[in-house]
């Protein structure tokens, strides 16, 4: 009888315990930026930190950091310049490309790649070190190439991994448009600082820097107290 009652018993235990039993088809996940819903009780409103530096998404990526490294070099530009371009130069891909470009790039190349910028005209000397994009060389550089210098960099630029992956295309395919290959309109499309449909907001690529505290509200630590208007300091 004993044994019988044991027997029954068990499905009931076992249910009870359904919520923190885990195992590899259930278990909890936490995805990039996202947070408990408890954070917020205890205090926390920084989320969980990006993932690693030099990891593959789960969507995978054109290259990765084991193949070519990230290093702003000539050997790695190279080694890129023969991808293929795999987004077609659409309304889509033009008008998105228009804005990451006005954006990131306008600010030293112009906005219509000629490097007719304020740089320039406050130093003449920026006109020579900044390479013209719809003129000159970079009518002769392939895709890859021009999408390789935006993730790596290359001599005085530095490196724009942030602008997301296959929105890189979009950015090669405007600059075709700014060398006359397509049909593409030429400026800014709003003020710094907009976002919404004129501009394109953050990015949702998180940052490859470690985080640079640990959550109080999963180390056990006391939450951080905001600091005393009128004083300065970094994080405690």
Not at 126 to 143: E, I, K
Not at 194 to 203: M, N, V, Y
Not at 204 to 224: E, N
Request: contains cysteine.
């Amino acid at each position: 009888m004993k044994r019988l009652m044991a027997v029954l018993a068990l499905p009931l235990m076992l249910g009870a315990c359904e919520s923190w039993l885990t195992d590899f088809k259930q278990q909890p996940s936490v995805g990039t930026w996202q947070k408990f819903p408890g954070d917020s009780l205890a205090g926390e409103t920084t989320p969980f930190r990006g993932n690693p530096q030099g990891s593959v998404p789960v969507t995978g990526t054109t290259v990765a950091a084991w193949q070519v490294s990230y290093t702003a070099g000539i050997a790695q530009l190279d080694s890129m310049a023969g991808i293929g371009n795999p987004v077609a130069a659409d309304q889509r891909s033009l008008e998105n490309g228009r804005k990451q470009y006005q954006v990131n790039c306008a600010v030293c190349h112009g906005s219509a790649g000629d490097v007719n910028t304020p740089l320039k005209q406050v130093n003449p000397v920026m006109g020579s070190v900044v390479p013209p994009l719809a003129t000159g060389n970079s009518l002769l550089l392939t895709d890859g190439y021009i999408w390789g210098i935006m993730r790596n960099g290359r001599g005085l630029m530095a490196s724009y991994n942030r602008i997301p992956e296959m929105e890189r295309w979009d950015v090669v395919n405007y600059i075709r448009g700014l060398q006359g290959r397509y049909q593409v309109a030429v400026g800014p499309l709003g003020f710094p600082g907009q976002t919404g449909t004129a501009l394109p907001g953050a990015s949702i690529t998180g940052p490859t820097m470690p985080s640079a505290f640990a959550k109080p509200s999963m180390s056990g630590l006391t939450p951080r107290q905001p600091k005393a208007e009128g004083t300065t300091g970094g994080h405690e």
